[in-house]
């Protein structure tokens, strides 16, 4: 399941016939929207809070350098130990060489981005060693080897029909129907694993620079279970996830939650320092902090693009992006997708490996709209887009450079314009349909109305019906 070329196009069509997962996403992206809305009305003064957010996560970007050395110096003096990973290989490697050094042989993992990232459970599969996602989207997408189609909700795109048969089919148990049963099945095995894991890897939400601290939120209790119970603790946690001071949670956590589930708080807010104390009756007697780079630094060299750095993965771009409500998460062709997917798979993984991503936007702005990190998705995707046309693979061919030469020319000159509009209604009326649109143009323009409307040019133009109306063209 190795990243390949995005195949947004191909992938987004099938995806659009797909009748189960059409209901799902709008089921699902709807309750989101409409919690996160309520929850963010709730609040007098939301927007300043976004407003205070992003001046935080800029100034941390803007010094990032810093703050990873004073996090560095914290976790360190807090008993952890920090290891830098500048690719997604080197990160892996890090963590099974932590896992064999201390004899390990079954992790459990909780939810994690940065994890699917650098696709740690094959590093670990490859090493021997047993692991087992314990968040239960995560859990249901291990099971049928897929990778994650949002970023808080991993099992979206499935029906509870689906997971049923496939609980039975890779656990060997009856088909149950009823949500609460499959939780129930899930939850025992599960508790078997955290009992016996050696290892438990986690993300984290947050990274306090000030005190060493990582911030991890969830609501099943796992990622506790997770850092908690098994001898070896190790935190992935991408240089971006920082925040500078303590005192900085009250306002992401808050804006965190409520843009993510429309919760007040999640259920499990867990503080970790360092590992377990030689007071405490309990907790990981090592704990270790990887710091994953993998592209971020580049990111951070963009003046213009920086900004996808603020990032605090509560996925309302996705649940309001009316793209991805259509075509889901697989269809961006990595760990991220929706409008975050949309500018950080191409900076992460080089434009020439997803040049479609930037415009899987309509660029109506709904993501900057309910970004609690107010993100400029249209500015960096028109970025991103200029990138994709300037490389390589973006460039223009003969037939379109000739095209907008054409085009260009035309509406240069006067009188030219007016002939080309007039004749080009009696150009297309091979292609007319009785529903006043071209229904299908040849090739290439048929990859225009294969998949949308194009309505068809009208008889009178624009100038001949102003003229005939003295100025009303209604
Ligand atoms: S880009 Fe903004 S809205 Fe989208 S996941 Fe990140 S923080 Fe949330």
């Known amino acids: 399941m190795g990243f390949e070329e995005v195949r947004f196009e191909q992938d987004s069509e099938k995806a659009i016939h797909n009748k189960p997962l059409q209901k799902a996403l709008v089921n699902v992206t709807n309750r989101f929207r409409t919690a996160r809305n309520k929850a963010s009305e709730d609040v007098p003064n939301w927007d300043n809070l976004r407003a205070a957010a992003r001046e935080i996560k800029k100034e941390t970007i803007e010094n990032l350098d810093k703050y990873l050395l004073m996090l560095e110096e914290r976790v360190k003096r807090a008993g952890g130990k920090v ?35 650098i696709e740690l459970n094959n590093s670990f599969e490859d ?30 795109h499935k029906t509870k029909e689906d997971i049923s048969k496939l609980f039975s089919a890779k656990l060997g148990i009856p088909r149950y129907d009823k949500p609460e049963e499959l939780t129930k099945v899930a939850r025992e095995i599960l508790r078997s694993e955290f009992l016996n894991a050696d290892m438990g890897v986690s993300g984290a939400n947050f990274a306090v620079a000030e005190t060493g601290t990582i911030v991890i939120v969830e609501n099943e209790g796992n990622a506790r279970l997770t850092t908690t119970v098994p001898k070896i603790h190790v935190a992935l946690v991408g240089i971006e996830k920082l925040i500078p001071r303590y005192e900085d949670l009250s306002l992401f956590l808050t804006v965190l939650a409520r843009s993510a589930t429309g919760q007040k708080s999640s259920t499990y807010v867990s503080f970790i320092t360092g590992p377990k104390r030689s007071t405490d009756i309990d907790g990981p007697e090592e704990f270790h902090l990887v710091l994953l780079d993998n592209g971020r630094s580049k990111i951070l060299a963009s003046e213009e693009t920086r900004e996808s750095l603020y990032c605090i993965r509560c996925g309302a771009c996705l649940n309001n992006c009316p793209v991805y409500r259509k075509v889901g998460g697989h269809s961006y062709g990595w760990v991220y997708s929706g409008p ?42 028109l970025e991103l887009r200029k ?47 009785r529903n006043g649109k071209l229904n299908s143009l040849p090739y290439p323009f048929s990859r225009w109305t294969d998949q949308r409307d194009f309505p068809a040019v009208a008889k009178k133009t624009f100038r001949e019906r102003w003229k005939n109306n003295k100025g009303e063209t209604g």
């Open 83 to 117: 290891h830098w990973a500048k690719d997604a290989e080197e990160a892996s490697q890090i963590i099974v060489n932590i896992a064999r050094e201390g004899n390990v042989k079954s992790v459990v993992k909780s939810k994690s981005m940065a994890t699917e990232e």
């Open 127 to 156: 090493a021997g060693i047993k692991v087992i996602e314990t968040d239960l989207g995560e859990y249901i997408i291990q099971l049928a080897g897929e990778r994650p189609s949002h970023i808080i909700a991993p099992a979206i």
């Open 340 to 381: 975050i997917g949309a500018i950080i798979t191409p900076q992460l993984m080089g434009i020439d490996k997803a040049p479609e991503l930037p415009f899987a936007s309509s660029l109506c702005g709904a993501c900057k709209d309910v970004c609690p990190v107010k993100i400029d998705f249209p500015k960096v995707l």
């Open 387 to 433: 990138n994709v046309v300037e490389s390589k693979k973006g460039s223009t061919g003969i037939g379109e450079r000739f095209g907008i030469r054409l085009w260009r020319f035309t509406v240069e000159h006067e009188s030219i314009y007016k002939i080309t509009n007039k004749l080009s209604y009696y150009f297309q009326l091979p292609w007319k349909g």
